[in-house]
Nanobody
Framework: QVPLVESGGGSVQAGESLRLSCVAD????????MGWFRQTPGKEREGVAA????????FYDDSVKGRFTISQDNDKNTVYLQLNSLKPEDTAMYFC???????????????????????????WGQGTQVTVSL
């Protein structure tokens, strides 16, 4: 069973919005740090937003603060990423990720470090492409 399935990507113009969805199995979703990363060809994945599904605490990379919003729906085991005021530089493959170990300190670690470490997220979705044109 695939633990994470993303959807919602697409091609839009600058300034428009998209909402990405990530459906997780219940065990992966419950009380866990889940996040969204993005990757462009030839570059490493960068974390853009994370949420702890147990208490709703969130983290955003500076590049998306004020434009992207991460949220959760506990009834659907789903994490969303609302992308507003999109820019061409937001063009990337977006991946949903979860920490398979579910450590209680995962969000504290992210906030302390000020960055989401790819190595801390062992479950990954297949990715959904977001393309923003001028």
């Amino acid at each position: 069973q695939v633990p994470l399935v993303e959807s919602g990507g697409g091609s839009v113009q600058a300034g428009e919005s998209l909402r990405l969805s990530c459906v997780a199995d219940k065990d992966t979703y419950s009380g866990n740090c889940m996040g969204w990363f993005r990757q462009t060809p030839g570059k490493e994945r960068e974390g853009v937003a994370a949420i702890h599904t147990g208490d709703g605490i969130t983290f955003y990379d500076d590049s998306v603060k004020g434009r992207f919003t991460i949220s959760q729906d506990n009834d659907k085991n789903t994490v969303y990423l609302q992308l507003n005021s999109l820019k061409p530089e937001d063009t990337a493959m977006y991946f949903c990720a979860a920490d398979p170990l579910k450590p209680p300190y995962c969000m504290s670690q992210i906030q302390f470090n000020g960055v989401m470490a790819e190595r801390d997220f062992g479950h990954w979705g297949q990715g959904t492409q977001v393309t923003v044109s001028l």
